[in-house]
């Protein structure tokens, strides 16, 4: 468990340093332009948008509220992977050493 929560902390402090670095540098609209006008940029973000949709199913069904599964989905949509490591992340310690309520999270009082 200490290497997954290792590698959820790189992945937050990788997808924070590249948030910054992109919308410090870049220009959103004018590359977001630019992306979608290649077949391989639009390939890249119908993969990227394929896994946010995965990840979120993961965190609808570890949620029993409505209101902060929307919250976490609506986050997973805008910030991406930034939220799906800070959220492997807070599971992991909620999780207290167990991967079954890791992976079930408020369901695992029901199993």
């Known amino acids: 468990m200490k ?3 290792g590698i959820s902390l790189l ?3 990788a997808m924070t340093s590249a948030l910054i ?3 410090t540098v870049g220009n959103f609209a004018e590359e977001g332009k630019q992306l979608l006008s290649m077949p391989w ?3 890249s973000l119908v993969d990227l948008y394929v896994g946010f949709v995965l990840f ?3 965190i609808v069904y570890r949620e029993k509220s409505v209101v902060r599964s929307v919250v976490w989905v609506v986050l997973m949509m805008v910030l991406g992977f930034w ?3 800070l959220f492997t992340f807070l599971a992991l310690q909620a999780s207290d050493g167990d991967w079954q309520r890791f992976w079930l999270g408020q369901r695992w009082t029901e199993s």
Do not use: N
């Open 3 to 5: 290497i997954a929560k």
């Open 11 to 13: 992945g937050l402090l």
């Open 21 to 23: 670095y992109g919308f």
């Open 41 to 43: 940029g639009i390939v």
């Open 56 to 58: 979120s199913g993961w």
């Open 83 to 85: 939220t799906a490591s």
